[in-house]
């Protein structure tokens, strides 16, 4: 079995600001974790994913992730956010190479000017 | 980047009829796609798991005769909802297995409503 975690449903940062989007996971197996993107009434799009290679993962548009096994956490961060970054962010697993994926239930992130 | 396709992007029909959903993997072949559903401000929660050439895995909860899956191609899989009410509106969206590299791929949604 298999969970996430997303802490704050919304988080609005000033252009420029340092993003945080925070993830915590748990599952059985050893997991594989994604972060997704969603812009308003779109289908979802891969920031990035963790395959059990390197633990500090980067994506598109200047996205990172790292996976802290010890904490269970896989947090998305962004140094400088863009006011294109405003958008829903899903943090996701899969047990492994099954690539059934549990969602959490979202982060709206807003970018103000 | 890979491509997979929903049709319609938004329908709009009257209660007790029923309508269906296409999703199309444009340039690979998927043997497994995915379909979730979405209510507004909220997570995808995931509906079944549609397998080409044999029945589609529901989830808990989820009603499978309601819910028709058909994924009679590597390509093409379609849900058809049956017997539409106004509490199966919603944002449903698929999802294609890519095996190499392996990947899953979002379609861009379908908005279902229904009066």
């Known amino acids: 079995a298999q969970s996430v975690t997303q802490l704050g449903s919304h988080v609005s940062v000033s252009e420029g600001a340092l993003v945080l989007l925070r993830c915590n996971y748990s599952?059985?197996?050893?997991?594989?974790l994604f972060w997704y993107v969603q812009y308003p009434n779109q289908g979802l799009q891969l920031l990035l994913k963790?395959?059990?290679?390197?633990?500090l993962v980067k994506g598109i548009n200047g996205f990172e992730a790292e996976f802290k096994k010890s904490e269970t956490s896989f947090h998305l961060t962004k140094p400088s956010a863009h006011m294109s970054d405003a958008a829903e962010y899903f943090c996701?697993?899969?047990?492994?190479?099954?690539?059934?994926?549990?969602f959490g239930k979202g982060t709206l992130l807003t970018v103000n000017p | 980047g890979a491509v997979v396709s929903q049709h319609p992007s938004w329908v709009i029909c009257k209660s007790g009829t029923s309508v269906k959903i296409e999703c199309r993997s444009l340039?690979?072949?998927?043997?497994?796609m995915f379909w979730y559903r979405q209510f507004p401000k909220q997570s995808l929660m995931l509906m079944a798991t549609?397998?080409?050439?044999?029945?589609?895995?529901?989830e808990q909860g989820v009603e499978k005769d309601k819910f028709l899956i058909n994924h009679a191609s590597l390509t093409l899989s379609t849900l058809t909802v049956t017997s539409a009410h106004p509490e199966d509106s919603s944002f449903y969206i698929c999802?294609?297995?890519?095996?190499?590299?392996?990947?899953?791929?979002f379609g861009p949604g379908t908005r279902l409503t229904v009066t």
């Open positions: 549609s397998n080409e050439g044999s029945k589609a895995t529901y």
């Open positions: 963790y395959t059990s290679a390197a633990t």
């Open positions: 340039d690979f072949q998927a043997t497994t």
């Open positions: 599952s059985s197996v050893p997991p594989y």
């Open positions: 996701a697993v899969s047990g492994g190479s099954n690539y059934k994926l549990t």
């Open positions: 999802s294609a297995d890519r095996q190499d590299p392996r990947e899953q791929y």
